[in-house]
């Protein structure tokens, strides 16, 4: 009977220790996953998709999934957001010696080509231990990486272009490019580096309001500037056309023409209705003709007296 008790529960050992290593595994969506064999410590070249995948007993294989869907990292100045409490914004200096706080969102992936799978197992082997926890591997390798691009990119402009829209872009983009150089040959993409907001410190506030308020003082000054030029400019124009405006009248006067309007604004007292006036030309003689001379009317003349009969009587 205990042979036979003993034969039982063997089997029944064995079933348990071949239904858990034929179990399989099952990779969640968004990741794929490598098998690593802990008895060898081979990485198996096959890499497993999303779903369950089955392994054979007593294999010794471990699962590592990796995952490919973009991810966010956050490092913000509220400490309720991203992966670390209190304030993890990034810290940086700019080119004109200021300190800034900056808060950060890079969205990257990794790079899963069907074509070559051969990219995923040489990243799994360059950092072996940190991808048992996915979280150890950004902490580690992406995190500081990260800081230090924002740090470059800061450093390269003045505080106030840094803190213009064009400025934040300009750094985002240099981020990127200096991320992307570094990652790309280990199969990981940086989507998108977000910077989000700047909190300059008390001396840079007050350097800031100064340097605006100067510029403010710069602007008003230059259209104040401007405005008296335009005023200038319409004197100018102004002038300009009324001495056009005299130079045309002059011209089309003639000098009987100047005449007549010399007379007709003289308001003359004791000259007859109908009476001419000569003026004197430049020669000094009279202007208008002799024949139209003004003269006063001749008195009658008087009367003859009658000398016919008296010659009637001499004869």
């Known amino acids: 009977m205990k042979p036979i008790v003993g034969i039982l529960v063997f089997l029944a050992i064995l079933a348990v220790l071949v239904g858990r290593n034929t179990s399989g595994f099952v ?43 973009e991810r966010t990292y ?17 810290l940086v200096n700019t080119l004109s010696s200021n300190t800034l706080n900056v808060d950060t969102s890079i969205t990257y992936h990794i790079a899963w080509d069907a074509q070559h799978p051969e ?36 450093g390269l402009a003045a505080t106030s272009q840094n803190m213009t829209g064009a400025g934040k872009e300009a750094d985002a983009a240099y981020a990127l490019q200096e991320l992307n150089t570094r990652f790309n040959p280990d199969s990981i993409v940086i989507d998108e580096v977000r910077i989000r907001a700047i909190y300059p410190d008390a001396a840079t506030v007050t350097a800031l309001r100064s340097r605006l308020q100067a510029q403010q003082n710069l602007k008003l000054s230059q259209l104040n ?27 089309s006067l003639t000098p009987r023409l100047v005449k007549f309007k010399h007379i007709k604004d003289i308001e ?15 020669s000094g003689t009279d202007s208008a003709p002799p024949a139209q001379t003004a003269s006063a009317p001749a ?12 010659d009637s009587g001499g004869q």
């Open 225 to 251: 500037l401007q405005l008296q030029q335009l005023v200038n400019q319409k004197s100018v124009l102004a002038a300009q056309a009324q001495a056009q405006a005299a130079h045309i009248r002059a011209a």
């Open 27 to 69: 990779v969640k969506t968004g990741n794929v996953g490598l098998v690593v064999n802990h008895y060898t410590g081979r990485v198996d070249s096959r890499v497993r998709h999303a779903g369950f995948n089955a392994q054979p007993p007593f294999s010794g294989n471990e699962l590592i999934e990796i995952p490919t869907y």
């Open 268 to 282: 003359i007292v004791g000259v007859p209705r109908g009476a001419i006036v000569n003026l004197q030309n430049e």
């Open 74 to 90: 956050t490092m913000v100045k509220d400490g309720t957001e991203g992966a670390h409490t209190g304030d993890d914004s990034v």
């Open 119 to 154: 990219r995923i197992v040489a990243l799994y082997s360059k950092y072996r231990n940190q991808f048992t926890d996915f979280s150890a591997f950004e902490e580690a390798q992406l995190r500081p990486a990260f800081r230090q691009a924002i740090v470059d990119a800061f």
């Open 299 to 310: 008195p009658p003349a008087a009367p003859q007296p009658d000398t016919s009969g008296q």
